[in-house]
């Protein structure tokens, strides 16, 4: 089993739409969980970052995270095609990051 | 802030050649820095993770003398491909932290080996 699980399917949204991103991970004793927006020929970017279970708001952008399930969510409400990129998640713990594989999102105008 | 830089942004080199990527953390001091490969549409991985002064600890299968990684001080480390074949050619991206899980990643460097 993998430890963090996303499925890198790619995801068309039209503009305005809510994008709905998730993950799973396998060790519990991951404590710490970051989304990062990733552009083409780029480095990825830090969009969230949390450690503990709820949710976290930062503008347009809400990080969900449920540790008894250890499922963690990112949303984007009001989609732009400026937010066409790729997304992963990443769990922290034990010195280090595990990522997923990431989403790509393409919001179409 | 949290800045971190990556120098070439773009390299092409010939076969047997080898080739130094920089990564800086322009304004803070990173306690740690990450050394990732990306493949076309694939996720991220780990090659190694250097502290400022001691030797990088290497992942499993990435091989410590063909990927060489000095960590000279807590704003700079480097990443020497030796004797780059073409099947190093890659998209090599660093990472710094200077305090628990967060890392800054640089714009990454995309290597192309002939």
């Known amino acids: 089993q993998k430890e963090v699980e996303q499925d890198p399917g790619p995801l068309s949204v039209p503009e305005g739409a809510i994008v709905s991103l998730n993950c799973t991970y396998s060790n519990s004793a991951f404590q710490y969980f970051m989304w990062y927006r990733q552009y083409s020929r780029k480095g990825p970017e830090l969009l969230m970052y949390t450690y503990s279970s709820g949710n976290k708001e930062d503008g347009r952008f809400t990080a969900q995270v449920d540790k008894s399930s250890k499922y963690i969510s990112l949303f984007i409400r009001d989609s732009q095609p400026s937010d066409s990129a790729t997304y992963l998640c990443?769990?922290?713990?034990?010195?280090?990051?595990?990522f997923g594989k990431g989403n790509q999102v393409v919001v179409i105008p | 802030g949290a800045v971190v830089s990556q120098h070439p942004s773009w390299v092409i080199c010939k076969s047997g050649t080898s080739v130094k990527i920089e990564c800086r953390s322009l304004?803070?001091?990173?306690?740690?820095m990450f050394w990732y490969r990306q493949f076309p549409k694939q996720s991220l991985m780990l090659m190694a993770t250097s502290n400022e002064g001691s030797k990088a600890t290497y992942e499993q299968g990435v091989e410590k003398d063909k990927f060489l990684i000095n960590h000279a001080s807590l704003t700079l480390s480097t990443l020497t491909v030796t004797s780059a074949h073409p099947e190093d050619s890659s998209f090599y991206i660093c990472?710094?932290?200077?305090?628990?899980?967060?890392?800054?990643f640089g714009p990454g460097t995309r290597l192309t080996v002939t």
């Open positions: 990443a769990i922290g713990g034990n010195n280090r990051l595990a």
């Open positions: 304004d803070f001091q990173a306690t740690t």
């Open positions: 990472s710094a932290s200077r305090e628990s899980y967060e890392q800054y």
